[in-house]
């Protein structure tokens, strides 16, 4: 296996890639790999911080006043950027956060996607018009651009949240500001000096299109994303991560009436029914449990098994669990790669210690392949049968536990227990039964922004709005309708009667 610095050092190669003005003592970046210390970062200042939000705010006065399909253009470009660098920047997403290499390239063609996307919609920002009531009148809403969008970013998909936020923001007018996470901020880097390079080149065809500042990157721990929740210049703020951090987050910015897009934790089940696709289901299992080693917000972390069949399930899994490829995720097969840090494993290790007091029976989750490197720490990913949905099932452990839990009876009580968690992200159905699948996606069926039928959990398109309900934080980025939450709304009424006639038939003679 090629030592992940080496790989750095070509990467950064292929991408054009300076990395000397950001290089530090800060904070160490390790690839999870191999464990290697793949660069030392310094982090912005608080001052600097307050620097960056203010430069970003005056671009936004600018960029505001440039014709949407104009701003498209910029985000146009980038993409192409994405298309030319995709090999390389996916490669350095898998250096740093550690995924196989196909799910680093596909995190990199998430972004080429949300860029054609938000070149489309640059041309479709509308409003209604509405009948009015007066005579001679005519109602309709506009939108407009908010100011500075804030985004604090998480680990785990260390660029494809920000570029869903940033072409997003960036089509509807607004000026962008980006924290990080502090464990990948090289394709951070990266991404930040594509764009650059993107609006030089713009700016080179038509001068003066974009402006300096547009896009702020800013390297360092939480502070700076609580300074992003606390700044009256940052109206938007999209912040990704856990729980925990969320509900800091959020009452920052409540409290200057600010608006939080969140995207927090999940817990996501899927129900298996009597009438399930059995074989389908366990690949689609396998896929949403153990890809990305478990760390992705829509990683399935509970099977709910309908009594019948769960033997004959729970058999293939066990099958398919031993003989799935963990090892270095730049090699071609690897299916599981490593955890982000040690820190996850001890939090895995303890999740299925609290697993086995609480009644579960656990097989696979012991650390495997301590070769690839002292701190790298790579996982069997766990099944575990638990008696029922105790307090460790409730909660999310970032790593590949897959809880499994038994039903009786009808859907309903299945719909029940995927329920009965305080998060609401990502869910799925496997039946052939229409009356259950409909049922799942009903009014009283799954609790979740996302639920699926014959599909897993995880690996959404960012066609639709994505997001879950309850503690992940009710908030909607990528697709459908979400580019609202990055846009302000004025309803605008327009008199051309000649007369003064009032809503509501109120006479007010002066
Ligand atoms: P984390 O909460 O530790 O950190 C996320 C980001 O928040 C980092 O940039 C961090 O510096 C910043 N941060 C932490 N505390 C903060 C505070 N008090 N104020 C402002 N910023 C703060 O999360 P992580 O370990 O990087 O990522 C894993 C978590 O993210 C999991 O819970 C996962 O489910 C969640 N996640 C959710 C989604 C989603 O779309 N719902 C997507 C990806 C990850």
Same mark, same amino acid.
């Given at each position: ?87 390389? *920047? ?104 594509? *764009? =650059? ?45 856990? #729980? ?51 760390? =992705? ?82 996982? =069997? ?49 496997? #039946? ?24 897993? #959990? ?53």
């Amino acid at each position: 296996m090629s030592d992940s610095r080496t790989r750095l050092q070509q990467v950064l190669q292929d991408l054009g890639l300076d990395l000397g003005a950001f290089e530090g003592q800060d904070w160490s970046i390790r690839a999870p790999r191999d464990g290697v210390v793949l660069a030392g970062v310094k982090s912005h200042s608080a001052e600097q911080a307050q620097a960056a939000l203010a430069q970003a705010h005056q671009a936004w006065l600018g960029w505001r006043g440039v014709p949407a399909p104009v701003r498209g253009e910029l985000v146009r470009r980038f993409g192409e950027l994405l298309r030319r660098h995709k090999a390389a *920047l996916g490669e350095l997403v898998s250096l740093e956060a550690g995924k196989i290499a196909a799910e680093g390239q596909g995190e990199v063609q998430e972004m080429i996607d949300i860029c054609d996307f938000a070149l489309g919609l640059s041309r479709q920002l509308h409003g209604l018009t509405i009948a009015s009531e007066r005579p001679g009148h005519r109602m309709m809403e506009t939108w407009h651009p908010m100011g500075v969008v804030g985004i604090i970013s998480a680990f785990n998909f260390p660029v494809a949240v920000w570029s869903w936020n940033a072409a997003l923001a960036l089509v509807c007018g607004n000026a962008i500001v980006w924290k990080p996470s502090e464990k990948t901020p090289l394709t951070a880097i990266a991404c930040q000096q594509l *764009l =650059r390079q993107a609006m030089e080149a713009f700016n080179a065809d038509q001068p003066g299109t974009v402006p300096e500042g547009l896009s702020q990157l800013l390297i360092g721990g939480r502070e700076l994303g609580e300074a992003l929740a606390a700044s009256p210049l940052v109206p938007v703020l999209s912040a990704t991560g856990s #729980t925990r951090m969320g509900r800091q987050v959020a009452v920052k910015v409540a409290e200057r009436f600010g608006r939080a897009i969140l995207e927090l934790g999940g817990n996501n089940a899927m129900i298996v029914t009597p009438t399930a696709d059995l074989e389908l289901a366990a690949r689609a299992i396998t896929f949403a449990a153990v890809g990305t080693a478990g760390q =992705r917000c829509t990683t399935l972390r509970r099977l709910i098994v309908h009594a019948s069949v769960a033997d004959a399930l729970l058999a293939r899994l066990a099958q398919i669990y031993q003989s799935i490829a963990i090892g270095d995720p730049l090699q071609q097969g690897t299916l599981v790669g490593p955890l982000i840090d040690r820190a996850a494993f001890d939090a895995m290790q303890r999740a299925l210690e609290q697993a086995r007091a609480e009644g579960g029976q656990v097989l696979g989750g012991e650390r495997v392949r301590a070769d690839l490197g002292q701190d790298a720490w790579y996982v =069997r990913p766990a099944l575990v049968q638990m008696p029922g949905q105790s307090a460790v099932v409730q909660r999310e452990t970032f790593a590949p536990i897959l809880y499994v839990l038994r039903y009786g009876g009808d859907t309903g009580a299945a719909i029940a227990l995927q329920n009965a968690v305080p998060q609401g992200l990502s869910s799925a159905i496997f #039946t052939q039964s229409l009356a259950d699948a409909e049922r799942f996606m009903s009014a009283a069926g799954s609790d979740c922004g996302i639920a699926n039928v014959n599909i897993g #959990t995880s690996g959404a398109e960012i066609g639709g709005a994505f997001g879950g309900e309850k503690e992940t934080g009710g908030g909607r980025e990528s697709g459908s309708d979400a580019w609202k939450g990055y846009m302000r709304r004025a309803t605008n009424t327009i008199n051309y009667s000649g007369a003064l006639p009032l809503a509501q038939g109120v006479r007010f003679d002066v």
